[in-house]
């Protein structure tokens, strides 16, 4: 199994970004998908998470509105479309799926929010 995220960046606060997630070796529209945030000294957050089919998502309070996740199962990816971005939103992203028993990680994507 492999997650690897892209799309982090600086942005200024109101900006926008799209983060993406390439998954590789397993079968990935049978499963559902998450994103986490983590800023260092605090406990890792989730953010979003999307089932199989991409019918059904769910979203911390705190993106609720401003974040979207999708993704595109021929493309084995899930994508985090983030709007409206604060300065709070600042953390490292992380894809995230739970197969087998096990948690799965990618290597995360830097976002800062920075004027």
């Given at each position: 199994?492999?997650?690897?995220?892209?799309?982090?960046?600086?942005?200024?606060?109101?900006?926008?970004?799209?983060?993406?997630?390439?998954?590789?070796?397993?079968?990935?529209s049978?499963?559902?998908?998450?994103?986490y945030?983590?800023?260092?000294?605090?406990?890792?957050?989730?953010?979003?998470?999307?089932?199989?089919?991409?019918?059904?998502?769910?979203?911390?309070?705190?993106?609720?509105?401003?974040?979207?996740?999708?993704?595109?199962?021929?493309?084995?990816?899930?994508?985090l479309?983030?709007?409206?971005?604060?300065?709070?939103?600042?953390?490292?992203?992380?894809?995230?799926?739970?197969?087998?028993?096990?948690?799965?990680?990618?290597?995360?994507?830097?976002?800062?929010?920075?004027?």
């Open positions: 199994v492999q997650l690897v995220e892209s799309g982090g960046g600086l942005v200024q606060p109101g900006g926008s970004l799209r983060l993406s997630c390439a998954a590789s070796g397993f079968t990935f049978n499963y559902g998908m998450r994103w945030r983590h800023v260092p000294g605090k406990e890792r957050e989730f953010v979003a998470s999307i089932d199989k089919a991409g019918r059904s998502t769910n979203y911390a309070d705190s993106v609720k509105d401003r974040f979207t996740i999708s993704r595109d199962n021929a493309k084995n990816t899930v994508y479309e983030m709007n409206s971005l604060k300065p709070d939103d600042t953390a490292v992203y992380y894809c995230n799926t739970f197969l087998l028993f096990a948690q799965y990680w990618g290597q995360g994507t830097q976002v800062t929010v920075s004027s």
